[in-house]
């Protein structure tokens, strides 16, 4: 009904950048949210980043001032912008988003991406 497929991970050195992007196709009505989360191993899945309609964009303290997220509405697409990747950054990368139908605009239902791995090495 909904599919999210992301694309840009990759292996890349510390210090050096990558950019996810984050497509969302279907018999979609509206998109609430949208963002990035992650998870490495042993971890749980954590908030990345998010963008909310109407309101700017929040991202998790240990990234602030390195990633940053944007959106084009009109592609249902989002993008993760990562710059000054760190090891501690690597993980599976899931994007996920907050999607209406027409027939229930009311209803937000979460959906997510089948995960892009980002290895930052040392």
């Known amino acids: 009904q909904v599919q999210l497929v992301e694309s840009g991970g990759g292996l890349v050195q510390a210090g050096g950048s990558l950019r996810l992007s984050c497509a969302a196709s279907g018999s979609i009505f509206s998109i609430n949210l949208m963002g990035w989360y992650r998870q490495a191993p042993g971890n749980q899945r954590e908030l990345v980043a998010r963008?909310?309609?109407?309101?700017?964009?929040t991202y998790a303290d240990s990234v602030k001032g390195r990633f940053t997220i944007s959106r084009d509405n009109a592609k249902n697409t989002v993008y993760l912008q990562m710059n000054s990747l760190k090891p501690e950054d690597t993980a599976v990368y899931y994007c996920?988003?907050?999607?209406?139908?027409?027939?229930?605009?009311?209803?937000?239902?979460?959906?997510w991406g089948q995960g892009t791995q980002v290895t930052v090495s040392s």
């Open positions: 963008v909310i309609s109407g309101f700017n964009p």
């Open positions: 996920a988003a907050d999607v209406s139908f027409q027939s229930a605009a009311d209803k937000r239902f979460r959906y």
